[in-house]
């Protein structure tokens, strides 16, 4: 990867259910959470990128477009596309496709990519039930429990060699974790990648503070 992009599995402190040995992720910002984006400029990035879908028709709404454009660019740069045996996939947000308030911005990167590059792209897994997200809601960061609400749709032929999956931000690693498993079900083995826009940060992450998925600022 870039220069640019970090991995999570090296950060301090590491996504807890990421380890060097097993997963492959980076990561291209830091966003705080409870901090501003006066005091933290990056946090912008993400907050433009998360606009929500009723601010469509408002002028606020270009930032979020020139924000996922940013990130497939960046994508783009770190990435040497189109690769044959790789397909790229969104991972699911809190409310499935056919959701009035889904926010398509994750698979409007994608999209924007392979617009660009020609590179393969899918949109395998998709939220079963609409759901609050996790910081509006604190619902569970397990792994098996977020797996729950996933619906994976099997890969079309040719069946990837490498599978990258996007998000915008990675915190304790279970969302991936929860995608990674849903999409490795049958015989076929893969290799799975992902792309986070920005690791989130707690104010005591930030100082250096770990520890369990219950007692992290997850």
């Known amino acids: 990867m870039a220069k640019l992009w970090t991995r999570c599995e090296e950060s301090i402190p590491c996504p807890y259910y990421l380890a060097p040995d097993k997963t492959f ?15 933290y400029p990056s946090n912008s990035r993400i907050l433009n990128f998360k606009i ?13 477009c020139e924000t996922v454009q940013y990130f497939a660019e960046r994508i783009m740069e770190c990435i040497n596309f189109p690769q044959s045996d790789t397909i790229l996939i969104p991972m699911p947000t809190s409310k499935p496709r056919n959701d009035s308030e889904f926010d398509s911005r994750l698979d409007d990167v994608v999209k924007l990519v392979h617009m660009k590059t020609g590179q393969r792209i ?9 759901s609050q997200a996790f910081h509006n809601s604190g619902s569970s960061r397990y792994v ?7 619906n994976f749709t099997p890969f079309d032929q040719p069946v990837p060699a490498k599978v990258i999956l996007i998000d915008d931000v990675v915190t304790t690693g279970a969302h991936f ?23 989130r940060y707690g104010k005591t ?13 997850t």
Request: charged share 20%; net charge positive.
């Open 122 to 130: 899918g949109f395998n897994l998709n939220a079963i039930h609409s």
């Open 52 to 64: 929500p879908v009723k601010f469509r028709h408002e002028q606020r709404w270009q930032y979020k």
């Open 177 to 199: 974790m929860a995608c990674r498993d849903k999409s490795s079900t049958g015989t076929q083995a893969f290799s799975f990648w992902a792309c986070f826009w920005q690791k």
């Open 25 to 39: 992720s980076y990561y291209l910002l830091e966003y705080v959470s409870g901090g501003s984006y006066q005091q």
């Open 205 to 217: 992450a930030c100082k250096g503070v770990s520890g369990s998925p219950t007692d992290r600022d």
């Open 144 to 150: 098996a429990d977020i797996g729950g609400n996933i």
